[in-house]
């Protein structure tokens, strides 16, 4: 399970100390680490707010306790016309919300920030929700996860680079520098709020984002890849340091076509992190690892 493998990553740096750049023993010895960890944890309930905001815009916290309101669905934006925009060129559709079925969950203004915690970054034309059931999973290993909101999301109009997908490669500098801005105010935010220790993980444009700040951080990289023309030192810089784990499935479609191929992955990987951890799973594509109920809601909105 994706979610398994992310804390099992996150769980084996020491307690003591930040993100050290040191590579996991076994994978043996962390999963029975993790297994003591979660014995010996009393499982409370899932809070979530989406009343925070990074970046200027909403970002979505989960985090544990007890108290707060049935939570039924997560809410968000689809906006059908930015995406129409940004891939085709023409204002088709408009901006509707979206409502995602949730058991569980307690709705608050603002849940306690654990000592652990995660940043969960989203791709282009994505949301701040693509990764939720991510976030309630390691909720329940002791993290609190903060998801913020790009200003290429998918749920506001906003943001638009004309062009779509070349158009966004060719402003890739400016984007990357205001992703990256977002993130670091993520960071802050929640060290602010009683964080001692931050992981990121990031799913395709946010794999990106999180393979280039600067710092010690553990790191989980999701088919965060640029195509031949972009510089791969500029995406895996080396002022980006701690553990990571590259996750990229045999059949990304973005990531394993052209003008990309997995051949360019592993060599990039191997080249520029060959102390990562890498996991290439048989017959997982690009948008397999994402929410199911999101990407259920591309197909019928």
Same mark, same amino acid.
């Given at each position: ?58 970002? !979505?916290?989960?985090? $544990?306790?007890?108290? #707060?309101?049935?939570? /039924?669905?997560?809410?968000? *934006?689809?906006? @059908?016309?930015? =995406? ?30 654990? !000592?652990?915690?995660? $940043?969960?970054?989203? #791709?282009?034309?994505? /949301?701040?929700?693509?990764? *939720?059931?991510? @976030?309630?999973? =390691? ?163």
């Amino acid at each position: 399970h994706l979610s398994f493998v992310l804390a099992m990553q996150l769980y084996a740096q020491p307690v003591e100390a930040p993100w050290r750049p040191s590579r996991v023993a076994t994978r043996r010895g962390v999963v029975a680490a993790l297994a003591r960890k979660v014995s010996t944890r009393v499982m409370q309930r899932i809070q979530y707010s989406d009343g925070i905001s990074i970046g200027g815009r909403p970002a !979505s916290l989960w985090s $544990v306790g007890e108290d #707060g309101k049935e939570l /039924s669905a997560y809410r968000y *934006a689809f906006s @059908a016309r930015k =995406l129409a925009l940004s891939i085709l060129g023409w204002p088709l559709g408009s901006s509707s919300e979206v409502e995602l079925p949730v058991e569980g969950l307690l709705q608050v203004e603002e849940p306690a920030v654990m !000592s652990r915690a995660v $940043v969960l970054v989203h #791709g282009l034309l994505c /949301s701040r929700l693509d990764m *939720a059931h991510i @976030a309630e999973d =390691l909720c329940r290993r002791g993290f609190s996860v903060l998801a913020p909101e790009m200003d290429d999301s998918v749920s506001h109009e906003e943001g638009i680079v004309p062009g779509g997908f070349v158009g966004s490669l060719l402003a890739r500098e400016d984007a990357e520098e205001r992703r990256l801005q977002v993130l670091q105010e993520a960071i802050s935010w929640l060290r602010a709020r009683g964080a001692n220790e931050v992981g990121l993980v990031g799913h395709s444009r946010g794999g990106v984002t999180i393979s280039q700040l600067e710092g010690c951080f553990c790191r989980v990289n999701i088919a965060g890849f640029q195509p031949p023309q972009v510089d791969p030192e500029d995406i895996f810089r080396a002022n980006a340091l701690g553990p990571m784990l590259i996750i990229c499935g045999s059949e990304d479609e973005v990531c394993t076509r052209p003008p990309l191929s997995m051949k360019y992955v592993q060599e990039t990987v191997q080249r520029l992190r060959p102390e990562a951890e890498s996991f290439y799973p048989s017959g997982v594509t690009h948008f397999n690892l994402l929410n199911p109920k999101v990407v259920e809601t591309w197909r019928t909105t």
